[in-house]
């Protein structure tokens, strides 16, 4: 019996072979002889592959003119160094700009085009360093933004205390690059005008730090050497730190509060309902505030209190105080209770919603808090009850200390607690000029 040869195949089943393969496979195959070249660049192979590598649409091939394997190899041509990260940085700025048209319009006039191969080349002229290749890939796509408010890569406010990232374009950011002692070779990712806070890459794995990791940078305190830094990380590399923010943004974890991104992290289980009243609970880190040394991490929490709209008009009620059970990592427990949230006494209707945002200091990585609030009815004062607050927890970021030796100076203990029973020192954080916020747009109720 002779035989079947490879050549003599009917073209259905080597392609359906054929569709298995990556480009590369794809490519090789080409080569093992005439029949299988003739079918490598059969179209619907190349249409998978631009869909999965460079999620192209049929629209956009229409638009080129090109067959698929030949917008493939433009593509390729230009952007093949990214292979790896294309699909994934590309697929979150699609869902980012998508999402921003929606809900935070002004914010897509201040993106900035992709930069070119040249422009990014450059620049690692510049600073002596190389770009790690995801940072590059999502330069291409837009060149951060321009440098307004609010900015790109969220907000924050509480009090007297305001704080809105943007996203550095590639000539800013290289201007801020790096390379004194304690911070050599970092380049900065964010900035704050108000603040002077960024997030920074790591663009070498030197004092402490590790290959492209991100990271808030936290001078230490206590040290007598000024180089050593702390670091709170946000990111072991910018795709992954870029791709959970999206995710966050996108999915809805992040509120939409003025036009603006505000980075409170809600827990889809931290919510209690008591009779027709919801206490659903998010909170932020906020590293600006913050040190590992001495130990002081700062937390602001943003509480949602709401009264369903089917409630009877018989339910109307005011809030008359609250109660606190604190519970810090190394077993302290501290109970605290006052009048009001916030200095306001807000009254409850069906359908009402109201919003309020504290905040507390601790000297451990983590705590939780409990509570209640106590309310009385409208319609009779004498008619007193408890609205469960639900048990929320505040972790610090993982964070590193640098690898220097240094000699610790005495330092003292800050655990100051206001009159609410909530820890707040804002006059007196340490490296925080607070001076400098005021007038910034800071309302206590957001």
């Known amino acids: 019996m002779a035989s079947l040869q ?119 002229t510049q600073i002596g360093c190389r770009l790690p290749d995801d940072y590059r890939c999502s330069y291409r796509i837009h060149n951060g933004q321009k440098l307004v408010i609010p900015g790109l890569m969220g907000s924050m406010s509480l009090s007297n205390h305001y704080r809105s990232e943007v996203l550095l374009d590639i000539e800013t950011a290289s201007g801020g690059f790096q390379q004194r002692k304690g911070m050599r070779n970092c380049l900065p990712l964010t900035f704050c005008f108000h603040t002077g806070l960024s997030q920074y890459a790591a663009l070498e794995p030197s004092e402490g ?12 305190q206590t040290a007598q050497d000024p180089s050593a830094i702390d670091m ?24 939409i509060i003025r036009d603006q991104i505000f980075r409170y992290v809600h827990d889809k289980s931290c919510v209690a309902t008591t009779d027709d009243i919801t206490v659903s609970v998010s909170t932020s880190f906020l590293p600006e505030l913050s040190s590992v040394h001495p130990p002081h991490y700062f937390f602001t929490y943003r509480i949602r209190i709401e009264m369903s709209p089917s409630a009877s008009p018989e339910s109307v009620c005011q809030l008359d105080s609250r109660y606190w059970k604190i519970t810090t990592s190394d077993g302290n427990v501290e109970e605290v209770q006052g009048p009001g949230v916030v200095g306001e006494f807000p009254v409850m209707t069906p359908g009402k919603v109201h919003e309020y945002a504290s905040c507390t200091t601790f000297s451990t990585p983590s705590e939780y808090m409990e509570g209640h609030y106590t309310f009385h009815r409208m319609a009779c004062k004498e008619e007193v009850f408890n609205v469960a607050i639900p048990r929320f927890h505040m972790v610090c970021p993982p964070f590193r200390e640098p690898c220097v030796t240094t000699q610790k100076a005495p330092s003292s203990s800050d655990d100051d607690r206001n009159a609410d029973g909530d820890r707040e020192d804002f006059g007196q954080l340490r490296g925080i000029n607070m001076a400098a916020l005021e007038g910034a747009w800071c309302p206590r109720h957001i």
């Open 6 to 124: 490879m050549d003599q195949l009917p073209s259905d089943p080597l392609l359906h072979v054929l569709s298995f393969l990556d480009f590369r496979d794809l490519i090789h195959c080409s080569a093992v002889s005439r029949r299988l070249n003739e079918l490598f660049k059969h179209n619907p192979l190349w249409k998978t592959l631009c869909y999965k590598h460079w999620l192209l649409t049929d629209a956009e091939r229409l638009e080129s003119g090109l067959s698929w394997f030949a917008l493939f190899r433009q593509y390729y041509s230009d952007l093949g160094r990214y292979i790896r990260f294309y699909p994934l940085l590309k697929k979150s700025w699609d869902q980012l700009t998508a999402f921003l048209t929606l809900r935070c319009p002004r914010m897509i006039a201040s993106l900035k085009e992709g930069a070119t191969e040249v422009e990014l080349n450059d620049i690692e």
């Open 209 to 220: 730090r590790r290959l492209y990791e991100t990271f808030y940078p936290c001078p230490d």
């Open 232 to 255: 709170f990380i946000t990111g072991s590399s910018f795709q992954q730190w870029f791709s959970s923010y999206v995710h966050n943004v996108v999915e809805g974890e992040y509120p």
